[in-house]
């Protein structure tokens, strides 16, 4: 697994969100973009994690930042979690993980003693030109926002 880092450029992708509609980096060239991948929609820690996104999500707007969640679940899956939490953002379903594998956090992970393979709980900023200004790999789900805004 080899995760994008700081200064790298963004890999351009063509994901659809939970409606069906086509989202690339280029739709988001001249824009600051937050893209958050998270394990599995509808579990608690990405029900925190997106729900504490969507609280802030005016202060990020005001920092001049568009927000895309990414995980491998279907676009179904995607719509339910949306509607439910009313999240303001898209939620890209990468069920062939294109943006999971792309960006490097697809890999082993440990769990109650078992390993196997799944989805990094990280953040990447994306300043204008698609390059990566940070990386968020140790995700505090309940205060993500201010994890994003401190060093804005």
């Known amino acids: 697994m080899k995760t994008l880092k700081e200064g790298e450029k963004a890999p351009n992708f063509s994901v659809a969100d939970q409606d069906g509609n086509i989202h690339t980096l280029d739709m988001y060239k001249g824009k600051k973009l937050i893209v958050f991948f998270y394990p599995k929609a509808s579990t608690p820690g990405c029900t925190n994690e997106a729900c504490n996104l969507r609280d802030n999500y005016e202060a990020l707007q005001d920092r001049g930042y568009e927000i895309l969640g990414v995980s491998a679940d279907s676009p179904k899956r995607q719509k339910n979690f949306k509607e439910k939490h009313k999240f303001p953002f898209p939620l890209?379903?990468?069920?062939?993980?294109?943006?999971?594998?792309?960006?490097?956090?697809?890999g082993p992970k440990?769990?109650?003693g078992r390993t196997y393979d799944g989805i990094h709980r990280t953040?990447?900023?994306?300043?204008?030109?698609?390059i990566i200004e940070r990386v968020i790999s140790k995700v505090k789900t309940k205060d993500h926002a201010a994890q994003i805004l401190e060093e804005a």
């Open 123 to 130: 953040t990447f900023i994306i300043n204008e030109e698609g």
């Open 92 to 106: 890209l379903a990468d069920e062939n993980k294109e943006l999971i594998e792309g960006f490097g956090i697809w």
């Open 110 to 112: 440990k769990f109650m």
